[in-house]
């Protein structure tokens, strides 16, 4: 078999949904190693390899991102397509001239170096020498790793007061940098400062201390993505030589995946329970005396992620994983999520110290 044929094999076996079906729940799905250095990733969340590009320089630019909605206007102005449109060809370099948009040539720049920023692309390197123009070249460069976390947020759009000069030293910093492999990476919008921080960014996820608690995953995802099917899994249960987790997805009402963790921070989870305790008074009392006291819990109150990490642990020992997405129909993510759940914490809990599956078998 060519190399080709193989990476293709790989491509196929990964988007296929239906391959969850023949796996057994016992057996953890294996590290695929031939995707664990790619560093561009499609909108399906699937690996693109170089060797099946075609053309060296053609460049993966997301549907979101290329989108004109809302504020977001740049894109779809004549310098915003050309930027697009570059960065699809296999041209290597182009000057952008921002003449072509209507207004002042210093604006035009500022306008197209934010969007480039935003768009976190790896590998590009801007000049901004030329009187009318931006020009950008594409590199080959390794990657570098991120020093640390403050170095990943994002630039807010309206609040940005940097020259075109600081922006351009920013957009080289961060396209020099970047991860390599599959997992769940931060998606480096500038509201993103609850769920970001928890986001677990590696190829492999280890929820709990039992050699068999890790997930290889498989395809890459932000956290500004919707249809999804996830992990939440707790760093100090983990310290503490316990685990705790809890598969969810992503509703249908939901704007996107912020929304549908936010929510986790707001109320019970489990909606029996939140129908009977939700506007209770006394429940962050009753939650105490359970915590702290071991006064009984028969309706497992304490097996809520509402609970575990608004009381029992903190919001930010939460660690976050989408598992999954892009699925083609609600029946399919659903099917994902209930597999999922049975293969990630087996409904498993521990009642004597509150930790384990918060999935309830229903
Ligand atoms: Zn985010
Ligand atoms: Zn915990
Ligand atoms: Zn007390």
Same mark, same amino acid.
């Given at each position: 078999?060519?190399?080709?044929?193989?990476?293709?094999?790989?491509?196929?076996?990964?988007?296929?949904?239906?391959?969850?079906?023949?796996?057994?729940?016992?057996?953890?799905?294996?590290?695929?190693?031939?995707?664990?250095?790619?560093?561009?990733?499609?909108?399906?969340?699937?690996?693109?390899? !170089?060797?099946?590009?075609?053309? *060296?320089? %053609? $460049?993966?630019? @997301?549907?979101?991102?290329?989108? =004109?909605?809302? +504020?977001?206007?740049?894109?779809?102005?004549?310098?915003?397509?050309?930027?697009?449109?570059?960065?699809?060809?296999?041209?290597?370099?182009?000057?952008?001239?921002?003449?072509?948009?209507?207004?002042?040539?210093?604006?035009?720049?500022?306008?197209?170096?934010?969007?480039?920023?935003?768009?976190?692309?790896?590998?590009?390197?801007?000049?901004?020498?030329?009187?009318?123009?931006?020009?950008?070249?594409?590199?080959?460069?390794?990657?570098?790793?991120?020093?640390?976390?403050?170095?990943?947020?994002?630039?807010?759009?309206?609040?940005?007061?940097?020259?075109?000069?600081?922006?351009?030293?920013?957009?080289?910093?961060?396209?020099?940098?970047?991860?390599?492999?599959?997992?769940?990476?931060?998606?480096?919008?500038?509201?993103?400062?609850?769920?970001? !921080?928890?986001?677990?960014?590696? *190829?492999? %996820? $280890?929820?709990? @201390?039992?050699?068999?608690?890790? =997930?290889?995953? +498989?395809?890459?995802?932000?956290?500004?993505?919707?249809?999804?099917?996830?992990?939440?899994?707790?760093?100090?249960?983990?310290?503490?030589?316990?685990?705790?987790?809890?598969?969810?997805?992503?509703?249908?009402?939901?704007?996107?995946?912020?929304?549908?963790?936010?929510?986790?921070?707001?109320?019970?989870?489990?909606?029996?329970?939140?129908?009977?305790?939700?506007?209770?008074?006394?429940?962050?009392?009753?939650?105490?005396?359970?915590?702290?006291?071991?006064?009984?819990?028969?309706?497992?109150?304490?097996?809520?992620?509402?609970?575990?990490?608004?009381?029992?642990?903190?919001?930010?020992?939460?660690?976050?994983?989408?598992?999954?997405?892009?699925?083609?129909?609600?029946?399919?993510?659903?099917?994902?999520?209930?597999?999922?759940?049975?293969?990630?914490?087996?409904?498993?809990?521990?009642?004597?110290?509150?930790?384990?599956?918060?999935?309830?078998?229903?």
């Amino acid at each position: 078999m060519s190399n080709f044929q193989r990476l293709e094999g790989i491509i196929n076996d990964i988007s296929d949904f239906t391959a969850i079906l023949k796996r057994d729940p016992r057996v953890r799905v294996p590290l695929i190693p031939e995707i664990q250095n790619v560093w561009e990733w499609d909108d399906l969340g699937l690996p693109l390899f !170089p060797e099946l590009k075609i053309g *060296p320089w %053609v $460049r993966h630019v @997301p549907s979101d991102f290329a989108q =004109v909605k809302g +504020q977001r206007k740049f894109p779809g102005t004549p310098v915003g397509r050309d930027f697009i449109d570059f960065m699809r060809s296999n041209a290597q370099t182009v000057t952008l001239d921002c003449t072509r948009n209507h207004g002042e040539i210093a604006n035009t720049k500022q306008l197209l170096l934010r969007m480039i920023y935003g768009g976190d692309f790896k590998k590009i390197r801007a000049v901004g020498d030329n009187a009318n123009g931006i020009t950008i070249t594409k590199n080959d460069d390794i990657l570098l790793a991120y020093e640390n976390a403050v170095s990943l947020l994002r630039v807010s759009h309206e609040g940005t007061k940097l020259t075109n000069a600081e922006l351009i030293e920013k957009i080289n910093w961060n396209a020099a940098r970047g991860f390599l492999g599959p997992g769940t990476y931060k998606c480096r919008e500038a509201h993103c400062t609850v769920t970001g !921080p928890c986001i677990t960014q590696s *190829p492999s %996820v $280890r929820f709990g @201390p039992t050699p068999n608690q890790v =997930v290889h995953l +498989q395809k890459r995802f932000k956290c500004n993505c919707n249809n999804v099917v996830y992990l939440v899994h707790c760093q100090a249960c983990i310290d503490e030589g316990n685990w705790t987790a809890y598969v969810g997805t992503t509703h249908r009402k939901d704007r996107n995946f912020h929304e549908r963790l936010g929510g986790h921070c707001k109320k019970l989870v489990d909606e029996w329970n939140n129908e009977r305790y939700g506007g209770d008074p006394g429940l962050p009392n009753y939650l105490h005396a359970m915590i702290n006291h071991g006064a009984p819990d028969p309706h497992q109150l304490i097996r809520d992620a509402f609970v575990h990490w608004g009381f029992y642990h903190d919001r930010e020992d939460r660690r976050i994983t989408i598992l999954d997405g892009q699925f083609p129909t609600d029946r399919v993510r659903l099917h994902h999520e209930a597999i999922l759940m049975r293969e990630i914490g087996g409904f498993e809990y521990f009642p004597q110290n509150g930790t384990g599956s918060l999935n309830k078998f229903l």
